[in-house]
């Protein structure tokens, strides 16, 4: 890491250069799961989903009785854990997205102190070469995976609605 320490001459903030911005959500603990190799990810995946779970099954008990409608308290609150399962996951879209934007375009926008003076860097073409590089080799197969996560949310979703419409009519 040391060794793009040549950004000295760069005015950007260590904080917003994008390499330093992939590196810190690379070792975040949340935004780190994408980075888990396959078997730990679907554990994860799973673990969370099942704890999500756990938290809105009396939350939807309250309102459709278990004792009453089994099958259907299950059915909705294996809906709302997916639904919420899907909002963190395009949390880590959006994010690990927006990263790879700024390591694949030419320019960085920046601040200084705050909002009120930013500026555009353009940056050097051997930086420009490692980023698209980290981007394409690196960056590309997480966004995949995320994407991928993302239509098995949805597609469960519907087919969970279409069983839980059935049970009901």
Known sequence: MDKFDFFI???VPREQRPFYEYLRRKQSGLLGWVKLNETAYTKRFFSSLLGIFLLTLPIVNWFIKFSYYPLQTI???CIV???IQGLIYSYFFL???YTGRRLFSAKVFYEESGWFDG???TKPP???RH??????YQLLPLVSRIARTLRF???SIIILCAILSLLTY
């Open 9 to 11: 001459l760069c005015p």
């Open 75 to 77: 059915g909705i609150s």
């Open 81 to 83: 854990s997916l639904i």
């Open 95 to 97: 994010a690990w997205t």
């Open 119 to 121: 500026r555009v860097w």
């Open 126 to 128: 051997t930086i420009l």
């Open 131 to 136: 980023e698209r590089l980290l981007y394409h």
């Open 153 to 155: 949310i949805i597609i």
